[in-house]
């Protein structure tokens, strides 16, 4: 419960602040939202139109050979973020800006003399009003363009999406007729070898004089000579894959990254592999997808437990590559080996066959599957040159329009509801933020609980704002309570001591000090007390105009000596209230008051009277208030509500205990009752209090 009570004083205490400036927050807030509002609507409108785009990874709309399956690779959102990136790029952009002529366009908009603009500046221009986002967990790419003119965004957001569309085209293409021309380079230089081992065994038949039906002479063929048939077509084959196994490996070792990946998923077979680039993604994908929806931080257990699953799998992906790589360099050297082996025992097997058939025939047996073995790897070339061409011709939709973009009829923004709310929301935030920093620099005393804590004084009563001299307020009215309250605070401090003399005093000009004196004479004369009120303040007299008594005579004139105590005393027309007014000082009579002569004076008034007040002028401008704390029996503080810093009171405390003044308490004057939540309810139980006694003494006296 302690707790409770705790946290709702911080909200009563913040809420009062509120409260107490709240015509700086309500000015703050309404410069504000006509600040805002008035620049919402000098805003040029803005217009944005959207062109939809699906873009695919590089594969055939229809595979003739059925190499590759029709889904592709599937999802890949790196590879759609590196698509991203090339829409915005500067090729695709400088384009844009040739087909579209926005140099010139844009310099008859902006410049005065209608010249062209800058490449560079209408570049960045452009950037500046392109905004490409991917749709969540598909391959959809929406293309945004902003502008002044709605129908220019959708010309420029259309012609972005067809410059990407003919550059994703043009570069697979130039790929892949780069790769038939480096294989009909080749492919030529292997019908060069086939024709050379043509004419040497031309040659050789020539000169042996051979038929072709020689080939038989010796009525069959041998084991030997069946053996090294057999063994050339191994060569063959291997050799062939040895090539291939090459090529595999010369186009693996130039890539790395994604492309790697992408490229060893298609040319090895590997489930392992496979199975690790898909792991791969589908992390990615959920780390991005938990990173989105911005309930998890970047420090979040499940994020790093999913970040260190993710760099777990690139490792073994890396490794996986590595070993890849060196895979297919083994297995290269191993292709090579066996063709190295089996051709070695082929050699080995000539060598025999050499020896043992006839020195005629072996040559041109030897040229005749030479020329078969160049033979066969000249019709694998011309395949695989073949195949790649009609690749090259069939349709590849890697980039497809599914919405091009329309002129759009209203603006994107200024969103001038939106923005006015957006006015209101942070004039109140400023003009909250400003209303407690005032408060912050305020250092002037606020509440009972600062009064008595910064000044050690209790606080004997609290004065609600505007009040009056009692004779015009009416003694039944609410703000007589609290003089009421005064008086029976004081007049118990009183008894303990036997003190029947006190003064009023007050750190600085206006604070109320006159006003309180007077009315808590009132409320002691009102209840029987015999009262004496003394205007001490000679420099600015005011109590005698409470009662519209003459000025003429009073305090001055008893210091001088030219009138005794009771000869200056005047009826106020209050019961049991008398008075002795200041009087019109004179020049050479401003230091008239001492000491002794208060003292003289108390003396001689004290047998007449039950309780005597002295006012007295503010204690930090004028000595006068310190002698008269001195000679009272006690002394009251008054201290008006956020008008003085602190370090006023304290040093009023100070100088009337430095004068040998014994202070009696606080009064806490001038509080705005009706806006400070603190003291509200004391007005109202007062004021309701009162209310209904004077309509129950209404009633009263229309009865008798």
Do not use: C
């Not at 209608?114 to 967990?137: F, G, H, N």
């Not at 693996?252 to 060893?264: H, P, V």
């Not at 509200?680 to 229309?702: M, S, V």
Request: hydrophobic content about 40%.
């Amino acid at each position: 419960m302690a707790e409770e009570s705790v946290n709702s004083l911080h909200f009563l205490d913040y809420w009062r602040v509120i409260r107490d400036r709240k015509e700086v927050v309500l000015a703050v807030a309404l410069m504000t939202i006509v600040t805002g509002t008035f620049y919402t609507v000098m805003m040029p409108k803005k217009y944005t139109a959207q062109t939809q785009i699906e873009v695919r990874d590089e594969q055939l709309d229809v595979d003739p050979f059925g190499n590759r399956s029709s889904s592709g690779a599937g999802y890949n959102p790196f590879f759609l973020l590196t698509q991203e990136k090339i829409m915005t790029s500067r090729p695709i952009l400088t384009k844009v800006m040739h087909n579209l002529n926005l140099q010139r366009v844009w310099g008859a908009e902006l410049n005065e003399d209608k010249s062209p603009l800058d490449a560079e500046e209408t570049r960045r221009m452009l950037q500046r009003s392109i905004r490409v986002e991917q749709d969540r967990d598909t391959t959809l790419m929406n293309i945004r363009v902003t502008t002044e003119n709605p129908k220019q965004s959708a010309e420029i957001a259309n012609e972005i999406a067809s410059v990407y569309q003919a550059s994703r085209e043009q570069d697979v293409r130039r790929k892949i007729q780069n790769s038939i021309d480096a294989m009909s380079n080749e492919l030529r230089l292997q019908q060069e070898r086939v024709e050379e081992a043509e004419n040497k065994l031309e040659k050789i038949r020539s000169e042996k004089n051979l038929l072709l039906v020689a080939r038989t002479y010796s009525g069959s063929i041998s084991a030997e000579l069946q053996r090294i048939q057999m063994l050339e077509q191994q060569v063959s084959a291997a050799r062939v894959e040895m090539i291939q196994s090459k090529t595999r490996m010369d186009e693996l070792s130039q890539l790395d990254g994604e492309q790697l990946l992408s490229a060893a998923v298609y040319t090895v077979s590997d489930p392992a592999l496979v199975a690790l680039r898909q792991q791969y993604i589908d992390a990615n994908v959920s780390l991005q997808t938990m990173l989105a929806d911005g309930t998890l931080g970047e420090n979040h257990p499940n994020i790093k437990r999913l970040k260190g699953a993710i760099d777990e799998i690139k490792k073994q992906l890396e490794e996986s590559l590595d070993g890849l790589k060196r895979g297919l360099s083994a297995d290269y050297q191993v292709r090579k080996s066996k063709v190295d082996s089996l051709q070695k025992e082929l050699d080995e097997l000539r060598a025999l066959d050499i020896e043992s058939q006839a020195a005629d025939l072996l040559p041109f047996e030897r040229a005749d599957r030479e020329v078969a073995l160049q033979r066969d790897i000249l019709t694998a070339l011309r395949a695989r040159v073949t195949q790649t061409g009609i690749e090259l011709e069939v349709p590849r939709t890697m980039v497809h329009i599914v919405e091009e973009a329309e002129a759009p009829e209203r603006p994107s923004s200024p969103i001038i509801p939106l923005n006015i709310v957006l006015s209101v929301v942070l004039g109140l935030l400023a003009g909250v933020g400003l209303a407690f920093f005032v408060e912050y620099l305020d250092v002037s005393l606020k509440t009972v609980d600062e009064v008595e804590k910064y000044l050690g004084l209790s606080v004997l009563a609290v004065i609600p704002q505007q009040s009056r001299p009692l004779t015009e307020a009416g003694h039944s009215s609410g703000q007589g309570e609290a003089y009421r309250g005064l008086r029976t605070s004081l007049a118990l401090l009183a008894r303990e001591g036997n003190q029947k003399v006190f003064t009023v005093v007050s750190g600085g000009v206006g604070e109320g000090k006159s006003t309180t004196l007077f009315n808590l004479s009132y409320v002691y004369a009102e209840q029987g007390s015999n009262v004496l009120v003394i205007d001490a303040d000679m420099r600015r007299p005011v109590q005698h105009k409470m009662v519209g008594l003459s000025n003429k005579k009073g305090l001055v004139n008893i210091l001088l000596g030219e009138l005794e105590p009771m000869e200056a005393v005047q009826e106020t027309g209050v019961p049991n209230l008398s008075m002795i007014t200041a009087g019109r000082i004179r020049r050479g009579t401003l230091g008239i008051m001492n000491g002794p002569r208060i003292r003289a004076l108390l003396d001689k008034l004290k047998p007449h009277y039950d309780v005597i007040l002295m006012d007295s002028p503010p204690i930090l401008g004028v000595t006068d208030a310190a002698i008269l704390s001195s000679e009272a029996d006690g002394v009251l503080l008054v201290v008006q509500y956020r008008k003085y810093p602190k370090l006023i009171s304290l040093r009023a405390k100070r100088m009337v205990e430095n004068a040998g003044g014994t202070l009696m308490g606080a009064v806490l004057n001038n509080i705005n009752i009706m806006r400070d939540d603190y003291y509200y309810y004391y007005h109202y139980t007062t004021k309701k209090y009162y209310g209904n006694t004077r309509r129950e003494t209404e009633e009263d006296a229309a009865e008798s």
